[in-house]
């Protein structure tokens, strides 16, 4: 399993931006779809955002379609969530997500798709 970390938390105010970083521990990174999560206080982890193995395709939750843009390198072994117009609604900690060999993209949004994940960030939008 891939080994993960994610940076680029913090303290920000609504409207303001913010670009979290995931990096991997290997190249394998490359095979894998990743994910981008985040939980709430008091409410369940949700899905972000994924992107495909090569980075063409992406998906995201209706809450932060617009806002939000998931991206890629595989040269660096990092995924990247770029956070737009943050709300104070965004304020979680965000995970993210190595998908696993057997993936499917029907289900791209379903946390058993995915079997590794990183320690989370800290994401906080005062208003």
């Known amino acids: 399993q891939l080994q993960l970390v994610e940076s680029g938390g913090g303290l920000v105010q609504a409207g303001d931006s913010l670009r979290l970083s995931c990096a991997a521990s290997?190249?394998?990174?490359?095979?894998?779809?990743m994910g981008w999560f985040r939980q709430a206080p008091g409410k369940e982890r949700e899905f972000v955002a994924a992107?495909?193995?090569?980075?063409?395709?992406?998906y995201y939750a209706d809450s932060v379609k617009g806002r939000f843009t998931i991206s890629r390198d595989n040269a660096k072994n990092t995924v990247y969530l770029q956070m737009n117009s943050l709300k104070p609604e965004d304020t979680a900690i965000y995970y993210c997500?190595?998908?696993?060999?057997?993936?499917?993209?029907?289900?791209?949004?379903?946390?058993?798709?995915?079997?590794?994940w990183g320690q989370g960030t800290q994401v906080t939008v005062s208003s």
């Open positions: 997500a190595a998908g696993s060999a057997v993936f499917s993209y029907t289900t791209y949004n379903f946390e058993s798709q995915y079997n590794s």
């Open positions: 992107i495909s193995r090569s980075g063409r395709n992406t």
């Open positions: 290997d190249r394998t990174f490359s095979s894998a779809v």
